[in-house]
Structures are given as C-alpha cells and as structure tokens.
C-alpha cells in the first residue's frame, strides 16, 4: 500500500484572499509549497489535492477557471521537477442541493485512497479550515490544521 499527503487548495496550495477567485491572474502559488513538496516527495509520499469549488455552483466561475488554475499549478510544479498525482475538487454548494463529495465530507479522499491503493494510517490531510481536518477524520486520515498562507515550518510540522 502507498501513503499520501492530501492538501486543500486555496489557502494551503495558494494564496487564500478571504473571497473566490475569479480570475486566472488571481491564483498565486504560496511560495512554501515548492520546499514543502520536495520534501513530501523525499520521503516517498504521494501529493493529491482536495478542494471544495462552491463558486462554481453559485454561477461565480466555471469550471473552465478551475480548470486553467490547475493547469497553472500543474506546469509550475513541473518546472520544479514536481508533479501532482491527483486534483479532485467539489463543484458543488450546499445552498444548491446536497452532494457526498464536499468536505466536510470525505467522499473524495476515499476516491484517492481507493484509487492509489493508500493505507489511510498512512495518510495525512493539510487544511486551513475545520472541514478539511473532518473530512480526513471520515475517510480514517489524520488531518492538520494550518493557518491560512502557512509557513514552510508550520507544514513540514505535519509531516510525520
């Protein structure tokens, strides 16, 4: 079995503005996570990101700015000699309907538990928010709160 290292997107992966990102020029990679990502990789974990993408739902972008955002990442990342194994993101809002997938809920890390062939004890959830932390607890993952636009030293914390 492997072990992987989840992490929400905005606020973690990239800059948290306090609002939506609705522009593409408006995704900027916190430069912790280049260091952070070498050093996950270093120690043989997998990299897989969770995120919820309510705006979506509510007519605020499509999923083609998602879309392009990842992209974005995905290039960065590559530049650096990093990759991504995965990027699963909800669409939806619960002001519009219930779905399984949203963190809190964990229906997405256990997509990727099922799919990489992960041993959740060996696994790890990073997020800014209390649903990030819940939604790993439901899928058997120890989760971690971290500020908003963390430190390098407050992510490497996580790591076991």
Known sequence: ??????????????????????????????PELIP????VR????KVIIITN??????????????????AFLTEELAGHGLILDEIYYCPHHPDFGECLCRKPKS???????ARFDLDPSQCLM???????????????????RVS?????????ACLP
């Open 1 to 30: 079995m492997n072990k992987a290292v989840f992490l929400d997107r905005d606020g973690v992966v990239n800059k948290e503005l306090g609002d939506y990102i609705l522009r593409y020029e408006e995704f900027e990679i916190l």
């Open 36 to 39: 952070f990502l070498y050093e």
């Open 42 to 45: 270093k120690r043989g974990f």
């Open 53 to 70: 993408q309510a705006g979506i739902a509510k007519g605020l972008y499509d999923h083609a700015l998602v879309d392009a955002c990842h």
């Open 107 to 113: 229906l997405l890390i256990e997509k990727a538990l």
């Open 126 to 144: 990073i997020g800014d928010k209390d649903r990030d932390v819940e939604a790993a607890e439901g899928a058997g993952v120890k989760g971690f």
């Open 148 to 156: 908003p636009n963390p430190t390098l030293e407050q992510l490497l």
